[in-house]
Each structure stands twice: as C-alpha cells, then as structure tokens.
C-alpha cells in the first residue's frame, strides 16, 4: 500500500523489520528487490534476489525475477542461463512473459545471433512485439539473411512508422539485396518520421552517392551536418564530395573550423593537402601532406600524388619515404618502380 502511495522509503522500512526467520522473508526480499529496480538500484535488488534464491533456490519465481533484472541490467549472458533453466523445469510462459522469446532476444543481444534465431523464428509473426520483431529481423541481417529480415522490417514499419531505429537496417538489408532504390525509398520514409537524426540522413547520403546522385549525397549531408556539425563522419564524407568535384576552396573554408580541434581525423589532413595543392598553395599543401603521410602509408591513392607533390616541392626525402612505401603496396606499377630505382641510384 505504501508503494502505491510512493512512499518508498516507509515501504522500505517496513521490508526492513521482517526478519530472517519470517515465512514472509523470502517476499519481502522480492519486494525489495522490485522496488529498488524500479528506482534504479540494480545492483541493490540484485543482492536482494540472490539472498533470496539462497534460501529458497527452487522457487521459479525468484530465477525469473533475476532473469528480468539481468535482461534490464543488459547481463544477457546470466539472464540466458536463467532462463534456460526455466524453459527446461517446463514453463515456457511466466507472468504473462514468453520466455522462448526473452530467450532469443538475449542471445541475439549477447551477439549468439545462431542461437537467438532458433528461438526467434518459433514466435508467430502475429505474436510479436514490435520490439521483438525488430530483434529478430535485426538477427536475420547479422546472419546475413536478407529476405526475411526485409520482410520483417518492412512489418514493423506498416504496424509502427514510428519505430525509427527499423529504417536504417532496413535499408542495410536492402542495399545487400542490391535494391538501392528501394533502400533510399526506405530511408526517406524514415526521414519523414524522424527528420532530426543526422545518421539517417548521413546513410541515406551514403545510397545516394552509390546511385550517382550527387546532389541529393550533398543535400542530404547538409541536413545531417546542420542537425550535427560535431559529426566528423558526416564531415569528412561532405568534404570527400567537395574534393571529388573540384571545390576545392569550399573544401578549406569549410574544414577551417575542424583541423583545429583535439582528435582530427587524418582525413581531412588528406583533403586539405589536395585542396590547397590544386589551389598553388603550396606552403599549406606541404603541411598537410606532411600531418597526413603517417595515416595513409598504405593507400595508393594517397600516395602516388603525394611522391609528386614531395618532388616538386625538392623535398627528397619525404618523396622517397612514400615511394618506398608506394612501390611495396603497388609493386606492378613499372613507372614507379623505375623512378625508385633511378632515385635509390642517383643517391650512390
């Protein structure tokens, strides 16, 4: 009674006045234990169970209220124990809970996604929860079997729209399946629902751009960029498309405010060497090619330009450093094999 009045810390005592030797201890435990969870005191009511289960440790109900509070507390692997246990002592159901479900869902979420579906797929479609039906669409995905994980994704966004977590997944299905269109249709359902999430718009970028829209990839990455301009995935992507069309003066004044922050990703000391090489400003480009060489000694892409830039420059030994380094990861590359022999002779 004082629980439902919220006078938690009356109800409190009064558990605390029941003493070991009771026939009422073991509940009193279990209230405790449920209250505290209720209040956020995990680890307070998980003593409180366990003392329990000491005492009493045949009692179903006391294994399922722990199940429950390791499943809340994401300690999937203890709550998959305990339930196992259930569903073996032959209750697959408790407190109106399927615990054949409970089961699938912690495995899935301990990642055991083999295992997790062979509970998952026992749940009619018709039974599931729209969280249930995401874990198991989502477990389908991470096996890498695309229909019916499509199938059920696209369930749950006909029953729920407003599930947003379904939309990228979906699309990830469907991009696997090849159906980029379906898949940027997917996403821009999402976006109606949820137009203030810079990762759907970023991925939905990411569609575009495989689609060869460039214009929607660069509106798209605005909207994200405008939602969350500290979201360095969603600036280097932007910048990577300036770069890839030749802006290359948008390229430095819109990563101005970025190469100066703590923990720069060296991609962008990539596309700024670029930019302000291709702009003749070669002082900066020389900086930035410097900041970048120890990130990318094993891109080709980066550095082939880069042995040219150092030649230019009269910079010799940087040039041979990505060379050397070149030569090793695109041995096949005669032009360049020959220029490194040349050099390696010339420093005899």
Same mark, same amino acid.
């Given at each position: 009674? &004082?629980?439902?009045?919220?006078?938690?810390?009356?109800?409190?005592?009064?558990?605390?006045?029941?003493?070991?030797?009771?026939?009422?201890?073991?509940?009193?435990?279990?209230?405790?234990?449920?209250?505290?969870?209720?209040?956020?005191?995990?680890?307070?009511?998980?003593?409180?169970?366990?003392?329990?289960?000491? &005492?009493?440790?045949?009692?179903?109900?006391?294994?399922? $209220?722990?199940?429950?509070?390791?499943?809340?507390?994401?300690?999937?692997?203890?709550?998959?124990?305990?339930?196992?246990?259930?569903?073996?002592?032959?209750?697959?159901?408790?407190?109106?809970?399927?615990?054949?479900?409970?089961?699938?869902?912690?495995?899935?979420?301990?990642?055991?996604?083999?295992?997790?579906?062979?509970?998952?797929?026992?749940?009619?479609?018709?039974?599931?929860? %729209?969280?249930?039906?995401?874990?198991?669409?989502?477990?389908?995905?991470?096996?890498?079997?695309?229909? %019916?994980?499509?199938?059920?994704?696209?369930?749950?966004?006909?029953?729920?729209?407003?599930?947003?977590?379904?939309?990228?997944?979906?699309?990830?299905?469907?991009?696997?399946?090849?159906?980029?269109?379906?898949?940027?249709?997917?996403?821009?359902?999402? &976006?109606?629902?949820?137009?203030? *999430?810079?990762?759907?718009?970023?991925?939905?970028?990411?569609?575009?751009?495989?689609?060869? *829209?460039?214009?929607?990839?660069?509106?798209?990455?605005?909207?994200?960029?405008?939602? *969350?301009?500290?979201?360095?995935?969603?600036?280097?992507?932007?910048?990577?498309?300036?770069?890839?069309?030749?802006?290359?003066?948008?390229?430095?004044?819109?990563?101005?405010?970025?190469?100066?922050?703590?923990?720069?990703?060296?991609?962008?000391?990539? *596309?700024?060497?670029?930019?302000?090489?291709? &702009?003749?400003?070669?002082?900066? $480009?020389?900086?930035?090619?410097?900041?970048?060489? %120890?990130?990318?000694?094993?891109? $080709?892409?980066?550095?082939?330009? $880069?042995?040219?830039?150092?030649?230019?420059?009269?910079?010799?030994?940087?040039?041979?450093?990505?060379?050397?380094?070149?030569?090793?990861?695109?041995?096949?590359?005669?032009?360049?094999?020959?220029?490194?022999?040349?050099?390696?002779?010339?420093?005899?």
């Amino acid at each position: 009674m &004082l629980i439902d009045d919220n006078k938690n810390d009356e109800a409190l005592t009064l558990l605390s006045e029941v003493h070991q030797g009771s026939e009422a201890y073991v509940r009193s435990l279990m209230v405790a234990a449920d209250l505290y969870q209720t209040q956020g005191l995990f680890e307070v009511s998980e003593q409180k169970l366990l003392e329990a289960r000491r &005492l009493a440790p045949d009692e179903p109900a006391i294994q399922f $209220a722990l199940a429950e509070l390791y499943f809340v507390m994401r300690e999937f692997e203890k709550a998959i124990s305990l339930y196992l246990d259930l569903i073996k002592q032959g209750i697959p159901e408790f407190s109106s809970v399927n615990l054949v479900e409970r089961l699938g869902v912690a495995y899935a979420n301990a990642g055991r996604f083999e295992q997790a579906i062979g509970y998952l797929k026992q749940i009619h479609s018709g039974d599931m929860t %729209p969280d249930v039906k995401f874990e198991t669409a989502f477990t389908y995905l991470q096996l890498k079997d695309y229909k %019916p994980a499509i199938s059920l994704f696209e369930e749950l966004k006909e029953s729920d729209p407003q599930y947003t977590s379904l939309y990228p997944y979906l699309g990830q299905a469907l991009v696997a399946e090849n159906r980029l269109e379906d898949a940027l249709k997917a996403l821009q359902e999402g &976006l109606g629902v949820d137009q203030y *999430n810079e990762k759907l718009w970023s991925y939905a970028a990411d569609i575009a751009a495989r689609l060869e *829209n460039e214009s929607l990839t660069e509106t798209y990455l605005k909207k994200g960029h405008d939602l *969350n301009p500290d979201d360095l995935d969603i600036v280097i992507k932007l910048s990577n498309l300036y770069v890839k069309q030749e802006r290359f003066q948008e390229t430095v004044d819109f990563l101005a405010d970025y190469v100066g922050q703590d923990n720069v990703d060296p991609q962008l000391y990539w *596309n700024l060497a670029v930019s302000y090489a291709r &702009l003749e400003k070669y002082e900066q $480009a020389d900086r930035y090619y410097q900041a970048a060489v %120890p990130y990318f000694m094993d891109q $080709a892409d980066f550095l082939k330009p $880069a042995v040219y830039f150092f030649r230019e420059m009269g910079e010799h030994e940087p040039m041979m450093k990505v060379l050397k380094a070149y030569v090793k990861v695109v041995p096949d590359d005669m032009e360049m094999a020959e220029m490194l022999e040349n050099e390696q002779e010339n420093d005899f």
